[in-house]
């Protein structure tokens, strides 16, 4: 009994109470923006259990059981069961593929009596727990293939299941482990690859496919430069690139050949493939063949991106990606979220309406306001100052993670931390990004504050199991 005593002392004695402070901040004010954003003078109680804010409170309620329950546990307990928890996780989004409840499009749910319950979200703390006991493994070496494979593996059995209940966002925040690789060691080649086909996906759906095959073409003479370190060599090679373009153009004209800029683009790289595999066959500078997959690799990833908008993803999905890119807005149907969310936000100006004055809050002009769209309650009652405030914790709470998984001993601890980071990061900047009309509306909460039981637990279970393990990091 005195060694528990003692053990409990010693974890609130270890605890970092800046992270609890800010935890338990971003969950008020997330009570409280629920509570304005469904506000009913009928069911003016705060603590009224038949409105959301009422349920929220119940939630936040038993999120402190879950963070008193990960706090003391044995530390050890999430290194030795963490494959065993991913493997539960797993068999529960197989069970939720066959018995699980559609709300919203996704057959992501299952009902236990009046409480319903996503696996998807539990699915971020088992494969974060996964991905460190791997990582922290003494065998493993991130530039083996062996260890990519068993990595990718991790991720895209969670990725798939999820995908197949028609939750494209809960699949995209595996993508946030990105970061954590990086950490880790990842090339940040890799880095600059993602954030590159990144932009390719968005201009491919906006731009000429000529120019896009030209933009290909410059980042390839780009790299060229980079890895040959001959900048004169590549920016000779990218003028004499252009110089052939232009006279392709014009000889086409010029014989009045009917031929689209996007053949003679193609015929053009096809010269700068031939020549760039030339020059690796002759001279065997290896770089040359990194370059010529390169730009082979991302020619087709842009070539399937309409194939994909228009066959992969459901329709709600294409439309959502092609108001944001300014291809088809419709302000009165697929626009109509984003473009009240934004009026929202922008009507609180610098200091808001006040509380429970906001107009497009109450009168329901945003819809999903209390989940998804949580951000433009806080925008429109608070204001400028309100954004800032909310913006500023998530940052603080970001650093702060990032400080404390630096400090780690463990590697298990240090990886799961950077992990949590992730999680976090994706979720708010993503989800904030979408209210004010910078990213797709692609549905994942704004971690402490958007209501759900689930997304709560989750993002709590996520940020206290770090805690326990920094408040042990000595043991």
Not at 127 to 133: F, P
Request: hydrophobic share 55%; charged share 10%.
């Amino acid at each position: 009994m005195v060694s528990k005593v003692n053990r409990g002392k010693s974890i609130l004695a270890s605890l970092d109470w800046s992270i609890v402070f800010v935890y338990l901040l971003l969950v008020f004010i997330g009570w409280i923006s629920i509570y304005a954003a469904v506000y009913d003078e009928d069911h003016s109680g705060i603590v009224d259990m038949s409105q959301r804010y009422g349920m929220q409170l119940i939630w936040i309620f038993a999120g402190l059981v879950v963070a008193l329950v990960m706090l003391l546990l044995d530390v050890r307990f999430y290194s030795v069961f963490a494959n065993y928890v991913y493997l539960a996780i797993m068999l529960l989004l197989v069970f939720v593929l066959f018995f699980g409840i559609e709300v919203n499009g996704a057959k992501s749910w299952i009902a236990i009596g009046n409480v319903r319950l996503q696996p998807a979200e539990m699915a971020k703390v088992a494969t974060a727990l996964a991905l460190a006991k791997l990582m922290s493994g003494h065998s493993f070496k991130l530039d083996r293939i062996s260890s990519i494979a068993k990595i990718a593996t991790l991720i895209l059995i969670p990725v798939v299941l999820i995908f197949l209940q028609h939750d494209v966002g809960s699949a995209l925040v595996f993508v946030s482990f990105i970061i954590m690789f990086y950490r880790e060691g990842l090339s940040g080649w890799v880095m600059s690859l993602f954030v590159f086909l990144i932009a390719i996906f968005f201009l491919s759906l906006t731009l000429d496919p000529y120019v896009i095959y030209l933009i290909i073409t410059g980042a390839s003479f780009a790299v060229y430069a980079v890895l040959s370190r001959r900048f004169m060599r590549a920016i000779l090679l990218a003028v004499t690139f252009a110089c052939i373009y232009i006279c392709a153009g014009i000889a086409t004209d010029w014989l009045d050949i009917t031929v689209s800029n996007e053949i003679v683009a193609l015929a053009c790289c096809g010269i700068f493939i031939v020549g760039g595999l030339y020059k690796a066959l002759k001279n065997k500078p290896h770089y040359i063949y990194v370059i010529v997959a390169f730009f082979i690799a991302t020619a087709v990833f842009s070539y399937s991106v309409d194939y994909v908008v228009d066959n992969v993803l459901e329709p709600h999905q294409r439309v959502r990606i092609e108001n944001l890119v300014g291809k088809n807005i419709d302000l009165q149907k697929t626009g109509y979220n984003v473009h009240q969310s934004e009026i929202a936000i922008g009507s609180g100006r610098f200091t808001g309406k006040g509380f429970l004055q906001g107009t497009q809050t109450r009168y329901n002009y945003v819809p999903e306001q209390s989940t998804d769209f949580i951000f433009c309650t806080i925008g429109e009652e608070w204001g400028f100052i309100g954004c800032f405030v909310v913006i500023t914790l998530y940052l603080i709470l970001s650093i702060r993670l990032v400080l404390i998984s630096e400090r780690q001993k463990s590697t298990f601890a240090r990886i799961y931390g950077y992990c949590v980071v992730s999680i976090i990061f994706f979720h708010f900047f993503i989800n904030i990004a979408m209210t004010i009309g910078l990213a797709p509306v692609i549905g994942i909460p704004l971690p402490f504050i958007s209501y759900g039981g689930s997304s709560l637990w989750t993002f709590t279970a996520l940020l206290f199991i770090m805690l326990k393990l920094d408040a042990s990091r000595f043991q």
